[in-house]
T-cell receptor, first 111, second 113 residues
Framework: GENVEQHPSTLSVQEGDSAVIKCTYSDSASNYFPWYKQELGKGPQLIIDIRSNVGEKKDQRIAVTLNKTAKHFSLHITETQPEDSAVYFC??????????FGTGTSLTVIP | NAGVTQTPKFQVLKTGQSMTLQCAQDMNHNSMYWYRQDPGMGLRLIYYSASEGTTDKGEVPNGYNVSRLNKREFSLRLESAAPSQTSVYFCASNPNYSNQPQHFGDGTRLSIL
């Protein structure tokens, strides 16, 4: 099955700086890559996703990049704010297959 | 906008007891999922139901059973709870199985003594 690795496991940044979280996957058939944000005591919420026919996608301060050749994708958060502090998960899936999640990154934005 | 609702939110069981975790979604989604979340291990799929009337095993199904009661409801049963099943359990749904965003409930925190 698919194996998704996520780094780093913890990340601290100063408010206003950028944060980058990276994931790699093993199954070349994977073609959908969502990112989830999980706040304390809550379930994961989708923040952005990308499909394999696109190399980059942006939504305000959040962007995701995908390199299919290298089998990795990254989440970029610019101008970080304290409310960005949370645990972030990447995931990958192929058509007709289940989702596989990374192990999560705990992001702390220091005011 | 209820989305995905899980009950109960917290539960403490003794080893060997049984319990059913309930999940309901109001988004008319066809597919529903049960995950467990353990520290440092991300989300692992226990069982899923791609459509009403079907259920399939995920990555970690041992010790669990599921029932897709109707299109809205998907329950997870622990027949004889073990301490290794102490975890946070999340239910999720999406329109049609793979390659579509999943919507998650807020979880059930289960401790087994």
């Amino acid at each position: 099955g698919e194996n998704v690795e996520q780094h780093p496991s913890t990340l601290s940044v100063q408010e206003g700086d950028s944060a980058v979280i990276k994931c790699t996957y093993s199954d070349s058939a994977s073609n959908y890559f969502p990112w989830y944000k999980q706040e304390l005591g809550k379930g994961p919420q989708l923040i952005i996703d990308i499909r394999s026919n696109v190399g980059e996608k942006k939504d305000q301060r959040i962007a995701v990049t995908l390199n299919k050749t290298a089998k990795h994708f990254s989440l970029h958060i610019t101008e970080t704010q304290p409310e960005d502090s949370a645990v972030y998960f990447c995931a990958a899936s192929a058509a007709g297959n289940q989702f596989y999640f990374g192990t999560g990154t705990s992001l702390t934005v220091i005011p | 906008n209820a989305g995905v609702t899980q009950t109960p939110k917290f539960q403490v069981l003794k080893t060997g007891q049984s319990m059913t975790l309930q999940c309901a979604q109001d988004m008319n989604h066809n597919s529903m999922y049960w995950y467990r979340q353990d520290p440092g291990m991300g989300l692992r799929l226990i069982y899923y139901s791609a459509s009403e009337g079907t259920t399939d095993k995920g990555e970690v199904p041992n010790g669990y059973n599921v029932s897709r009661l109707n299109k809205r409801e998907f329950s997870l049963r622990l027949e004889s709870a073990a301490p290794s099943q102490t975890s946070v359990y999340f239910c999720a749904s999406n329109p049609n199985y793979s390659n579509q965003p999943q919507h998650f409930g807020d979880g059930t925190r289960l401790s087994i003594l």
